[in-house]
């Protein structure tokens, strides 16, 4: 069986005999051929450069052959970008935004989502890139986005925020305004996801990554309303895979929202949330990623315990809760990927 076909079988929730693994945001710091090419290009020059952008996205598979799958490297961002609003990193860590969407006109100003294919074509180009790679090994590749959400937090804060308080300012106050901002970003999304589909994109995955700061009964109008409406607007039945973090008492309605999986974070029990929600969903996860650093032997037993939890369920993709963190130990992740494609 191909690694493609064992990934998108456990996304049909079809039996198997072991559960398809990635990690998440797994070309990261951790690896030192990561950090080789970093010395001598920027990360936007990478992500830009589709043969850079390549080059970094198989990276974990040639060091761990036996994932299943890789994620496009890239960065949510990349959106905001193209709408005319660029970014940069703090040197002190965090995303800083060349500015701050303060006003309407601000809003409105954006470009508009007939744009983007032209603005990203540069994903397209990396994603065709690297299906031809994988064309004789038949890993999965994934595309992703952000959330129209998770981005217009960035967009409004003008950065990483502690408190998100001038999104959900927009949010309470000017509700048009905050539905101007939020119907571009899910189109601009609708026409950057259809690029990545056409590019070969086998899944994508929506990162709802700030879905979880909001207040609960917001949750639908602030988020998910959206991402139902960009999910909709996707070929019929193409897998999106929806990663929302600290949303646990939404998992049900996330379930209903016509995603084919939920990437569960690392707090939930996955085996209560796969009783909790209809079996034609699959789940994806949840290992604290903070178990990386940690020792190959703590990394076997818990990885190990999850994959017991989850026996006999079909439908799992074996990830971790959140991204993979800079200081992963390599060995741990040897161990990760060994107990994950030896069980039985
Ligand atoms: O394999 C991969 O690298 C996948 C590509 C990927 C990146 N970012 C590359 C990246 C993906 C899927 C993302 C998603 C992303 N980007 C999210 C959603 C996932 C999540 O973390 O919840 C968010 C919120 C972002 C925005 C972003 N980009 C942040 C907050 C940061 C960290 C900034 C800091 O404090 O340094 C980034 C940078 C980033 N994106 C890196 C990578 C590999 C690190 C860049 C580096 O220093 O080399």
């Not at 974990?60 to 905001?80: E, K, M, T, W, Y």
């Not at 100003?109 to 180009?125: F, K, M, N, Q, T």
């Not at 016509?258 to 079996?279: E, H, K, M, N, Q």
């Amino acid at each position: 069986m191909t690694h493609r076909d064992r990934f998108l079988s456990a996304l049909a929730c079809q039996p198997l005999e072991r559960p398809p693994i990635w990690v998440m945001r797994q070309a990261g710091r951790y690896l030192p051929e990561y950090r080789a090419l970093k010395a001598r290009s920027s990360f936007l020059e990478m992500v830009k450069t589709p043969e850079l952008a390549t080059e970094v996205t198989l990276q974990p598979l040639r060091r761990f052959p036996g994932l299943d799958a890789a994620i496009l490297f890239s960065d949510i961002l990349v959106i905001p970008e193209a709408l005319g609003q660029p970014y940069a990193f703090r040197d002190t860590g965090g995303i800083q935004m060349a500015y701050r969407l303060e006003t309407r006109a601000q809003i409105d100003a954006l470009a508009p989502a007939s744009a983007i294919a032209e603005r990203l074509a540069y994903v397209g180009d990396a994603l065709r890139l690297i299906k031809k790679e994988v064309s004789s090994t038949g890993h999965t590749v994934l595309g992703f986005g952000g959330s129209p959400w998770t981005l217009a937090t960035y967009m409004l804060e003008g950065g990483s925020s502690d408190d998100f308080a001038r999104a959900k300012l927009l949010f309470y106050t000017d509700r048009a305004a905050f539905e101007a901002l939020l119907e571009k970003l899910t189109a601009a999304l609708a026409a950057y996801f259809r690029l990545q589909i056409e590019a070969g994109a086998d899944a994508i995955q929506i990162f709802d990554s700030w879905g979880g700061i909001l207040a609960g009964p917001d949750y639908e109008a602030a988020s998910l309303r959206w991402i139902r409406q960009l999910v909709a607007s996707l070929p019929p039945g193409f897998p999106v895979i929806l990663y929302a973090k600290g949303t646990a008492p939404h998992l049900a309605v996330q379930a209903a929202s016509g995603v084919r999986a939920i990437s569960v974070d690392w707090t939930a029990d996955l085996a209560l949330v796969r009783a909790a929600l209809p079996a034609q969903v699959a789940l994806q996860g949840n290992l604290d990623p903070v178990l990386m650093t940690t020792t190959p032997e703590i990394v076997r037993a818990q990885a190990a315990r999850l994959l017991e939890s989850m026996r006999g369920r079909p439908g799992h993709v074996f990830n971790l809760g959140h991204g993979i963190t800079p200081d992963a130990k390599i060995e741990c992740m040897e161990a990760l990927v060994d107990t994950v494609v030896t069980f039985r």
